[in-house]
């Protein structure tokens, strides 16, 4: 009853805040207190006074936290206003072009080894031309973390490298394939939010932007944008560490106002972010998550196997890192199952492995997605944005499965 009870504050939490607009963080804590507090009463070994501590995200906080103060900085001095125009200038004149266009340059640096944290350089970047062209944020958000998560599974990247890795392990040498199934299902996927969005419609640019100089606080701050490149690809240099440094350096360098930039971190929006964590731990500890699981194991058979792992990968994904924990665990538990059922290869199932964890990504409970939402500008609703990403992420897990039962993944083992 508990864990059925868990889920049922969860939607009930994301329904209110969706009706009322009130911020979903400080709603899922109150939650979190309360069930946790009943949970304990009826026997679940679950500390209520630790349920914050043991639920915060300290690594998504402080990178969420560390990369909006560096934009920051770039916004009040008009480096990432400098930018987007000098980028908008490639499509000359043309916006529909501009999603397009950090879809691809999105895929190319992540694949290049930066992985999918580099979405904490690019979305500011993206967002803010989205909203100075007109072309819809949740499309822009999407098509953006669409590129680079199709190469964050390349060999060179870190989420590749895992699945590459545990893969071989299970006999499976040839990584292709598999980073193929993902990277043909995320491309689909975000070709059709560009244009079932309004990617075509986004309207030809009235006046094509012109070049712009950047001034001397603002090339230094571009140098720092760089320095953050560099270290993360080239260095494998933890992220937040990097941006929380180039952020104090430029804070000394005098290119920005010390409290505007540090009253620019979205603190809403780490909140929002942090408080969802927090009841997603309560409700994993309650059994909630075991609960799922367990529902969809029961039914697992030769035709359903693949789908059913396509969702509890996304699952789990959400609730878990998919590098750490999810992949370690349901790439070793597919081959075996596929071993047991005789009728279906080891390969078929970790695609599905492959495509349900790393597509949860988009989610805002996962680290890509909440920097997602922490990099918007202020003129985007950021609750609205997190429950329309929440949906997508739903979404792409149920059209996959979908895909997977009709057999189209068939081609990829």
Same mark, same amino acid.
């Given at each position: 009853?508990?864990?059925?009870c868990?889920l049922i504050v969860?939607v009930a939490?994301i329904a209110v805040s $969706?009706?009322t607009?009130k911020n979903a963080?400080?709603l899922?804590?109150?939650?979190s207190?309360v069930?946790?507090?009943i949970?304990?009463?009826n026997g679940v070994?679950?500390k209520v006074?630790?349920?914050v501590s043991?639920?915060?995200?300290m690594?998504?906080f402080?990178?969420?936290m560390?990369t909006?103060?560096?934009f920051?900085i770039?916004n009040?001095n008009g480096t990432t206003?400098?930018l987007?125009?000098?980028?908008a200038?490639l499509?000359?004149?043309?916006?529909?072009?501009?999603?397009?266009?950090?879809f691809?340059l999105?895929?190319v640096?992540?694949a290049?080894?930066?992985g999918?944290?580099i979405?904490?350089?690019?979305?500011?970047?993206?967002?803010?031309?989205?909203?100075?062209?007109?072309?819809?944020?949740?499309?822009m958000?999407?098509?953006t973390?669409?590129g680079?998560m199709?190469?964050g599974?390349s060999p060179?990247a870190?989420?590749?490298i895992?699945?590459s890795q545990?893969?071989?392990?299970q006999?499976?040498?040839?990584y292709?394939?598999?980073w193929?199934a993902?990277?043909v299902?995320m491309?689909?996927?975000?070709?059709g939010?560009?244009?079932?969005?309004?990617?075509?419609?986004c309207?030809?640019?009235t006046?094509?932007?012109?070049?712009?100089?950047f001034d001397k606080?603002q090339t230094?701050?571009l140098?720092a944008?760089?320095?953050?490149?560099v270290?993360?690809?080239?260095f494998?240099?933890?992220?937040?560490?990097?941006c929380?440094t180039c952020?104090?350096i430029?804070l000394?360098l005098?290119v920005?106002d010390?409290?505007?930039a540090?009253?620019?971190?979205p603190?809403?929006t780490?909140?929002?972010i942090g408080?969802m964590?927090?009841l997603?731990?309560?409700?994993?500890?309650c059994?909630?998550?075991?609960?799922?699981?367990?529902k969809?194991?029961?039914?697992?058979?030769p035709?359903s196997?693949?789908?059913?792992?396509?969702?509890l990968?996304?699952?789990?994904g959400?609730?878990?890192?998919?590098t750490?924990v999810v992949?370690?665990t349901l790439?070793?538990?597919?081959?075996?199952?596929?071993?047991q059922?005789g009728?279906?290869?080891?390969q078929?199932?970790?695609?599905?492995?492959i495509v349900g964890?790393?597509?949860v990504?988009?989610s805002?409970l996962?680290?890509?997605?909440?920097?997602?939402?922490g990099s918007?500008?202020?003129?985007?609703?950021?609750?609205k944005l997190y429950?329309?990403l929440l949906?997508?992420?739903?979404?792409f897990?149920?059209?996959?499965?979908?895909a997977s039962?009709l057999?189209l993944? $068939?081609i990829?083992?």
């Amino acid at each position: 009853m508990i864990p059925v009870c868990s889920l049922i504050v969860l939607v009930a939490v994301i329904a209110v805040s $969706a009706i009322t607009k009130k911020n979903a963080g400080i709603l899922a804590i109150m939650a979190s207190f309360v069930f946790a507090t009943i949970a304990a009463a009826n026997g679940v070994d679950i500390k209520v006074s630790k349920i914050v501590s043991s639920g915060w995200p300290m690594s998504v906080f402080f990178i969420v936290m560390a990369t909006t103060f560096l934009f920051g900085i770039a916004n009040l001095n008009g480096t990432t206003k400098a930018l987007s125009q000098n980028i908008a200038c490639l499509a000359r004149g043309n916006a529909r072009v501009l999603p397009l266009l950090f879809f691809v340059l999105g895929a190319v640096i992540s694949a290049a080894g930066a992985g999918g944290l580099i979405v904490a350089v690019i979305m500011p970047v993206a967002l803010y031309v989205a909203v100075d062209n007109g072309i819809p944020v949740l499309m822009m958000s999407l098509v953006t973390m669409g590129g680079i998560m199709v190469g964050g599974l390349s060999p060179l990247a870190i989420n590749g490298i895992v699945a590459s890795q545990l893969s071989a392990e299970q006999g499976i040498t040839n990584y292709n394939p598999l980073w193929a199934a993902y990277a043909v299902s995320m491309t689909i996927f975000s070709l059709g939010a560009y244009l079932l969005l309004g990617g075509l419609k986004c309207k030809k640019m009235t006046t094509t932007p012109e070049f712009v100089k950047f001034d001397k606080n603002q090339t230094i701050t571009l140098a720092a944008i760089v320095a953050v490149v560099v270290c993360v690809v080239f260095f494998s240099m933890d992220i937040g560490l990097v941006c929380f440094t180039c952020a104090g350096i430029l804070l000394m360098l005098n290119v920005a106002d010390q409290k505007k930039a540090i009253a620019a971190i979205p603190w809403a929006t780490i909140l929002l972010i942090g408080g969802m964590a927090v009841l997603i731990s309560v409700v994993k500890t309650c059994g909630g998550i075991d609960f799922l699981s367990d529902k969809l194991s029961n039914v697992m058979g030769p035709h359903s196997a693949q789908p059913i792992f396509v969702i509890l990968g996304g699952l789990m994904g959400a609730v878990s890192s998919g590098t750490g924990v999810v992949m370690p665990t349901l790439i070793p538990l597919a081959s075996e199952l596929a071993g047991q059922l005789g009728t279906v290869s080891a390969q078929k199932l970790i695609v599905g492995v492959i495509v349900g964890t790393n597509g949860v990504v988009i989610s805002p409970l996962s680290t890509v997605g909440g920097i997602a939402v922490g990099s918007a500008p202020e003129a985007v609703d950021k609750d609205k944005l997190y429950n329309e990403l929440l949906l997508s992420a739903i979404a792409f897990i149920l059209l996959n499965a979908i895909a997977s039962a009709l057999g189209l993944f $068939a081609i990829f083992g």
